[in-house]
């Protein structure tokens, strides 16, 4: 008998101490440098992003912030690897509306679930995209432009199966009634050489990658599709001002461990993040991207993670009504 208590004394010893110096190296974190898999190439709009939110938390951390860039299958590789590893605090991935809703409805077979694989941290970022129109479209507004789609059959290039372009697109499609002629390119950047040159006749863009050609008369702004006008773009009136309220979609970021990290590293990171966000020169170099920085009350885990279901409802059924897939 007298053993047995031993024994169990010891176990709880063990576990004493085990607990102990969890709580002490979740109290110390981060000791060393922290992995953010962005899952899409160097230089695009979302690696851009997390590296200048990146350099920044580095600062609050006091450890360095590694950018690693994870590419394949719309960005569900680099999701991927991120919901399989360690929840440690040392494995984060930016994540987007591609690889943390559109993908349910997209893959047949995605190895992980937004909702549950993941601890979300913060939202990083949102961008509007804008309805584009070749510059001699005989429409000028949107109501112009839903009119002679019914008139005739449009074409509208996108970026590919499953992007914020093609989904936009879709969404225009069903709230207006209407069935445009899906284009789909390797990138925007093709898309929009077929604009300007008039071999199609719309496109849904970023504004910040719009912007450019808007000034310079190359293409014609219709619609910004956020819920207030474009900073970029002041004149262009919101899809709700143009009579469609329907149409609004958002393109964004945001930052995600793998399911079971420690709300105290959850909340150490978010707190790096919301400093970052608060940073002048962050801000200004954000505004250069297009990108909006998040208001205090959308920086919650809490929120993120309202955002992520919301907008899992929001494009599962009309990509399922769609019939598309990128298996």
Known sequence: MKRSITGFAAAVLVLAVAAFIGARAETAYPTRSITMVVPFSAGGPTDVLARILGQ???????QQIIVENVTGAGGTLGAAR??????????????????????????????????????????????PMVLLAKK????????????????RQLTCGNAGVGSISHLTMLLFDQRAHIKVQHVPYRGLSQAMNDLLGGQIELMFDQVISASPHIAGGEVRPIAVTGPARAAAIPDVPTTAEAGLPELETIAWSALFFPKGTSATIVSRVNAAMSEAMDDKEVIARLAKLGSDVPPPNARSPEALGKLVRSEIDKWAPLIASAEISAN
Do not use: C, W
């Open 56 to 62: 920044r938390m580095s600062q609050s951390l006091g």
């Open 82 to 127: 991120v919901a399989k590893a360690a929840p440690d605090g040392y494995t984060m991935v930016m994540g987007n509306l591609g690889t943390h809703a559109a993908s349910v409805g997209l893959y047949k077979n995605l190895s992980y679930d937004p909702r549950m694989s993941f601890e979300p941290v913060m939202l990083a970022s949102t961008t």
């Open 136 to 151: 001699d479209l005989p429409a000028k507004t949107l109501q112009d432009v839903i009119a002679l789609a019914r008139t």
